[in-house]
Nanobody, 121 residues
Framework: QVQLVESGGGLVQAGGSLRLSCAAS????????MGWFRQALGKEREFVAA????????IYAESVKGRFTISRDNAKNTGTLQMNSLKPEDTAVYYC??????????????WGQGTQVTVSS
């Protein structure tokens, strides 16, 4: 079992930045890819970004490409999502997950509890 805890969410004005972190504990997440998803109120969970174990491959949703950057530090069992040029439509609960590199939630086996990101206009 892998436990994931997200942090770094909060309230920010449009155009601002936030850096989300995901800390893993319990069983190591060796070999797993890490993904970030988000869910806005009343909407389905959607893919944001993903990175493979070696950080050699990343995937981004079109809506965040060029603004968000995903990274990970396997030695520290952490992952990050740097979010720049935030927009009100980025408002959502953000979740980190580990599993197989994909854009679909079903590919990810372990999930964090989420952290709220609110972008004011």
């Amino acid at each position: 079992q892998v436990q994931l805890v997200e942090s770094g969410g909060g309230l920010v004005q449009a155009g601002g930045s936030l850096r989300l972190s995901c800390a893993a504990s319990g069983r190591t997440f060796d070999g797993y890819s890490m993904g970030w998803f988000r869910q806005a109120l009343g909407k389905e969970r959607e893919f944001v970004a993903a990175i493979n174990w070696s950080s050699s491959s990343t995937i981004y949703a079109e809506s965040v490409k060029g603004r968000f950057t995903i990274s990970r530090d396997n030695a520290k069992n952490t992952g990050t999502l740097q979010m720049n040029s935030l927009k009100p439509e980025d408002t959502a609960v953000y979740y980190c997950a580990v599993g197989y590199l994909a854009t679909t939630p079903g590919a990810y086996k372990f999930w964090g509890q989420g952290t709220q990101v609110t972008v004011s206009s």
